[in-house]
């Protein structure tokens, strides 16, 4: 490894970095006394154009990935999932940056857009990270900037109180976190994921066993924090009440996309360290024939490793849906809604296939879930700015006040609930396909059962939301007025729900090009 390999591998992050410092340059170099639309604009223009940049060199990146100095091991990877989902964190921040027009919770526009920047590149480098120091450099990088980005409204005390105590427990699983990796390297010599997979074959595998189990907990107390899985979620709704609007579409989506990418990465090292890809492991399989109990650690890691999976996507699914019905904050509802879709594909996570099905089928899910959340949130900001709250009774009369958002509404709500021919349906079809074709049995067919069941209950939720926009009376009759562009992007948003429910192949499709080669 050199410097020419690593910036070849981090096109895309280096084209954020240098958008993010043009940004601040632009914006705190010559616009300092323009007016605020001016700045907004611009800043987003050249935060669309640095995210464009990095779209345009994700097939330039040099193939293989990057690799530890005079070894074969990965460090990052490039193509198949990490591709899809470096191509959807992307796509995603530039719907999010759009939000910002029309926004006034803050004069700092140049440096809340290079933030957000900087963030997306902390997601693209734990989506390729294969190494436990670039996972925790690239979630730093994303939390940090997630932090900053909830606490940018400063008029705002929800704002700050969301800030810190979405800090508080950042920084706690952090801790989690690191703690679980510092015993990975301990048990395993290692702080790649691979060689980390192939120490649990080891002779002395069996001696490290209950330690293992202690660092799985701690990992997934860590990473169960970021994707706020229960019972690690306490942050998620007041974080989506109190910070603004755009930021906390960009960490319903953008960091959603990046954490799930991460788990799939893990994911798909365990399942795909003996299958060639990395030269001189394979004659480490031979043990197994002479030596059957270190194998067998191995399958009880993954069997714990499944089961604190399955605890996890149970406990969210159930409790995010049934405490979304209580909530009279639509931001809220959001929030807990959020919670039980991550339950939905962490179910996918525990249930991983060696084939591609089930990454396919999980970044299908969280792209299209990030693309309706946007919208969502979007348009739950156009509420809020005209009647200054996001309550239910906020939106009552909203079809009469505005159509459009009200139409708009409609798909993505119903879409989130999961009604064809809307791209939710899809999404939910696609993964709990995956989740039977591993196990199309017993635990497997009850688990998909309580997950279809839990949408039927997210359906009245959503249905509450829609009841007062489309059917009950307006309590006042003022029109709800939408910024043209934000207005524009959101009938775009609700335009492609409809479209990839409706043509569902597409999005298929191309993802399945990233794995062709592989």
């Not at 009552?396 to 989130?416: I, P, T, Y």
Request: proline content about 3%; aromatic content about 12%; overall charge neutral.
């Amino acid at each position: 490894m050199n410097y020419a390999d690593l910036f070849r591998v981090t096109l895309p992050e280096t084209a954020l970095e240098i958008a993010a410092l043009l940004v601040l340059v632009l914006d705190l170099g010559f616009l300092r006394k323009a007016a605020l639309q001016t700045r907004v604009m611009s800043a987003v223009l050249f935060g669309v154009i640095g995210c464009g940049a990095a779209l345009v060199a994700l097939p330039f990146q040099a193939d293989g990935g990057l690799t530890y100095p005079g070894s074969v091991d990965l460090m990052l990877s490039v193509g198949g999932y990490t591709a899809v989902a470096q191509a959807g964190i992307l796509a995603l921040t530039v719907l999010t940056l759009f939000l910002l027009v029309g926004s006034d919770f803050t004069q700092h526009v140049g440096e809340y857009v290079a933030v957000v920047l900087m963030a997306a590149t902390g997601g693209l480098l734990i989506s390729a990270a294969q190494d436990l120091l670039v996972i925790f450099v690239g979630l730093e990088l994303l939390s940090l900037g997630l932090y900053i980005l909830t606490a940018f409204a400063k008029r705002s005390g929800k704002s700050a109180e969301a800030a810190m105590k979405y800090y508080l427990f950042g920084g706690m699983s952090a801790a989690f976190l690191l703690f679980g990796f510092s015993y990975l390297y301990g048990l395993t010599g290692s702080t790649n994921l691979h060689r980390i997979i192939l120490g649990l074959y080891g002779p002395h595998a069996l001696q490290v066993a209950p330690l293992l189990y202690v660092a799985m907990v701690m990992i997934a107390a860590g990473l169960g924090f970021k994707v706020a899985a229960v019972p690690f979620h306490l942050w998620a709704p007041d974080t989506y009440e109190g910070a603004p609007a755009p930021a906390a579409a960009f960490i319903a989506s953008v960091s959603k996309v990046a954490s799930f990418a991460l788990l799939i990465g893990i994911s798909t090292a365990a399942w795909h360290v003996f299958d060639g890809l990395h030269g001189g492991h394979v004659s480490i399989t031979v043990r197994f024939h002479t030596q059957p109990q270190p194998q067998s650690v191995y399958r009880d890691f993954q069997t714990a490793w499944s089961q604190i999976l399955i605890v996890l996507a149970v406990a969210s699914m159930v409790l995010g849906n049934f405490a979304a019905l209580a909530q009279t904050s639509v931001r809220r509802l959001l929030a807990y809604s959020a919670i039980a879709h991550a339950g939905y594909i962490l179910l996918g996570l525990a249930f991983f296939s060696y084939s591609s099905q089930s990454a396919q089928a999980i970044l299908y899910y969280i792209l299209t879930y990030g693309l309706t959340t946007i919208g969502a949130f979007g348009a739950v900001a156009v509420v809020e700015r005209a009647g200054g709250s996001d309550r239910m009774d906020a939106f009552l009369g909203l079809a009469k006040r505005n159509g459009l958002l009200a139409a708009v509404m409609m798909v993505l709500f119903l879409s989130l609930a999961g009604i064809p021919p809307l791209v939710g349906f899809w999404a939910k079809f696609n993964l709990f396909a995956a989740v039977l074709k591993v196990y199309p049995s017993g635990v497997g067919i009850g688990l998909v059962a309580l997950a279809v069941a839990m949408s039927a209950v997210s359906l009245y939720y959503y249905l509450q939301v829609l009841k007062r926009v489309l059917v009950m009376p307006a309590v006042i009759d003022a029109p709800v007025k939408a910024n043209p562009i934000t207005m524009s992007v959101l009938l775009l948003i609700a335009l492609m729900v409809v479209v990839l429910g409706c043509l569902p192949g597409l999005l298929q499709t191309w993802m399945g090009s990233f794995y062709a080669g592989m």
